[in-house]
């Protein structure tokens, strides 16, 4: 069935006449599976009034309290609908359903809890001064919410990228203008019918569908009405994003790409290594921000390692999202495909030696249409080759030997990028010591992609501006003001 996708705005789905309409396809076997209606320039301008005009009534005036509880009755809500969302996500992004079920939807509906949890106990500053009457002041800070928030997402990990956003922007008060990307808008839509359904006031969600440059994404990265943005993409994007942003001093919170090094010790806990180097590889077929493309193994293991890591990445089950027995699912579209195979061409241009994969799997007929690649392990890249310095964002990892702690640090932070790191050793000193020195965000020992959320998260580097998690998402969220008073 052909779904039509429209802009959810003012508590209400859009009429599809008169919108420009684009396809979108499976990734899983090329079918046109929904179509979209393009959000010109009126329709942004539509949303960002329906979310001012929230922010300055009903939305803007509920206690605490209440808007809590209705974040707790919107992760209820998807929790009640899970297989809905779940289906939506397995069409948009061909990912197996065991990543939508264990990880995306799940995380989906904590992202409200948390937050709606986090407001209600920051406490803020309050600070008593003298004066000269010896009477004194007392000074304490308010948090307000920064206003309407555009929120621009990816399409990796859609659900759980976009209500990482939503979660602490609602909690802190402030209304929403999403452009979910155009590769994957279901779940933004499922998201409205939620809000409908539990009273979340009108204008205080609202979703436009379309493109980035030159459409949706710039029309509410330059509205003069929108007061702050949050994006997850590419740095490029960040870029211009950022410019777009200076036009009227408005904030930005980013979270960028990624070049990530794994790294692995002759003393680690081989099977957990091989284990969790291969999951920050390929899972969510490489389409992670937290992805290792990087791997640096302590020579005494190296070929040891490398022959576990192929055998595993021969033993993928490809197949359809809902087939209990597929752990490996397509790329989102056939651009992204041939940017990675791509990348698979140069990497053999720059001398590499392909390990395994480096092209596309024999798929049956019914499959052919999708945009599956294998996944792919080079070794023998130069420090300089471009395979190992830009971030690919498919199922591929270049595994290269060391002999020194001071040298692999030295080669993991040989990188513009600055997102994440995995170290497996059971020295733990050498662990932690290693963690101060490597600059990215966030440090993963003996681990991968364990997430609290109340910790904070974000890029170093080229890699992000601002942390989101817990208390942290509240600076770009709120505002702080300050009150003094005369005593
Ligand atoms: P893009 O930067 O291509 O796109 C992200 C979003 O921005 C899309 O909705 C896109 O629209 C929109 N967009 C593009 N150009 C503009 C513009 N000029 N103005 C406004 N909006 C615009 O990223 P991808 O979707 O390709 O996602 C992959 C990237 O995201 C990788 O680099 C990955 O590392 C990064 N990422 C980072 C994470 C982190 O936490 N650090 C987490 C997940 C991903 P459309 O595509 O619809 O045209």
């Known amino acids: 069935m052909t779904r039509l996708i429209t802009s959810f705005i003012d508590g209400e789905f859009q009429s599809p006449d008169g919108a420009r309409l684009f396809d979108k396809r499976s990734p899983v076997d090329g079918r046109v599976i929904a179509r979209i209606a393009e959000a010109p320039q009126a329709e942004v301008d539509r949303a960002v009034q329906a979310a001012r005009a929230a922010l300055l009534g009903d939305w803007g005036r509920m206690p605490m309290e209440k808007r809590s509880a209705l974040l707790h009755a919107v992760a209820d809500e998807i929790t009640r609908r899970f297989d809905d969302f779940v289906e939506a996500e397995m069409a948009d992004t061909g990912q197996p359903a065991h990543v939508m079920t264990q990880v995306f939807i799940p995380r989906g509906a904590a992202n409200f809890k948390v937050f709606a949890d986090v407001v209600k106990n920051v406490p803020t500053e309050s600070f008593r001064m003298d004066t000269p009457d010896g009477r004194g002041a007392l000074n304490y800070a308010i948090r307000k919410p920064k206003g309407v928030i555009g929120v621009i997402c990816p399409w990796n990990a859609p659900f759980l990228l976009m209500t990482w956003k939503l979660g602490p922007a609602l909690a802190c008060g402030n209304t929403v203008v999403v452009k979910p990307s155009e590769e994957t808008p279901l779940t933004a839509a499922l998201l409205g019918e939620v809000m409908a359904k539990v009273g979340v006031p009108r204008g205080v969600y609202n979703v436009v569908n379309g493109f980035g440059p030159k459409s949706t994404g710039e029309f509410i990265t330059t509205h003069p009405k929108v007061d702050a943005i949050t994006f997850t993409g590419e740095t490029r994007t960040g870029t211009a994003i950022m410019k777009a942003a200076a036009e009227g001093m408005r904030d930005v919170s980013f979270e960028l790409g990624g070049k990530n090094a794994g790294i692995v010790f002759a003393d680690a806990d081989f099977d957990a290594a091989v284990d969790g180097i291969f999951r920050s590889a390929f899972l969510n077929t490489g389409q992670v921000c937290l992805g290792t493309e990087r791997v640096y193994v302590e020579r005494p293991i190296f070929e040891h390692f490398r022959d576990a890591l192929k055998a595993k990445a021969e ?143 974000g890029g170093s580097k080229q890699s992000g501006i601002g942390r989101e998690g817990g208390v942290h998402s509240l600076e770009f969220y709120t505002e702080t003001r300050n009150v003094c008073v005369k005593l």
């Not at 390990?355 to 599956?372: H, I, N, R, S």
């Not at 002999?403 to 990188?415: G, I, K, W």
Request: glycine share 10%; proline share 6%.
């Open 315 to 457: 033993a993928v089950r490809y197949g359809r999202p809902e087939d209990h027995h597929s752990t490996y699912g397509p790329l989102i579209s056939q651009e992204h495909r041939d940017k990675v195979l791509g990348y698979y061409q140069r990497a053999v241009d720059e001398g590499a030696t392909v390990v395994t994969g480096g092209g596309v799997p024999d798929m049956p007929a019914e499959l052919k249409g999708g945009c599956w690649v294998q996944p792919t392990i080079w070794t023998g890249l130069k420090d300089d080759a471009s395979v190992v310095r830009e971030e690919i964002f498919g199922p591929c990892c270049h595994l290269r030997p060391f002999d020194s702690e001071d040298e692999v640090v030295a080669l993991a932070n040989d990188n513009v990028y600055g997102l994440s790191t995995t170290i497996w050793t059971q020295n733990l000193t050498r662990a932690h010591r290693m963690a101060e020195r490597i600059e990215v965000g966030i440090t993963w020992i003996n681990s991968w992609f364990l997430r609290d959320l109340r910790t904070p998260f």
